[in-house]
């Protein structure tokens, strides 16, 4: 399964830019949707036909923060988009509530690098299946 669209949810432009640069310099035929803070993302979600397939999503943002965000979105029952968590919070407690969450699935260390991309373009198949794949209290 090959990543085709990619969402990055971060206040910083500069952050967006070379996030989105590291994706389209690793795979350019990857679509890069980029928005600032966690509401602005619930919105576009919302008019989205599919959802994408992966979302880099920062922590500290205006308006509605990484943590804030991933309880709407499990709320409103999105399940097909593989999150991983791209902040530059190296603390304990942020890592562990991320984590807590099923769809994240790696919590990374600003800046994105190309190993990052790597391991996670590898491991995207077994993280989507895994999402997609009924709980036993289905």
């Known amino acids: 399964m090959k990543l085709k669209t990619v969402l990055i949810i971060d ?6 830019h ?10 350019p035929t990857i679509k890069v949707l980029q928005v600032y803070d966690g509401k602005e993302a619930l919105e576009l979600l ?14 500290n943002m205006p308006a509605m ?21 791209l ?3 190296d603390q304990e407690k942020d ?7 099923d769809c994240v699935k790696k919590y990374i260390i600003k800046p994105l690098e190309q190993a990052h991309l790597q391991e996670i373009t590898e491991s ?6 895994s999402l997609n794949t009924p709980s036993d209290d289905s």
């Open 124 to 129: 995207y198949a077994d993280w989507s299946a």
């Open 65 to 85: 923060n990484g943590h804030e965000f991933l309880d709407a979105f499990s709320q409103k029952g999105y399940k097909s988009s593989v999150v991983i968590m």
């Open 11 to 16: 206040d910083s432009k500069a952050s967006q």
């Open 46 to 59: 919302a008019t989205l036909e599919t959802q994408p397939d992966l979302i880099f999503l920062d922590i």
């Open 95 to 101: 890592k562990q509530r991320s984590m807590s969450f």
């Open 87 to 89: 902040t530059s919070s």
């Open 18 to 27: 070379l996030t989105k640069y590291a994706i389209e310099f690793f795979d």
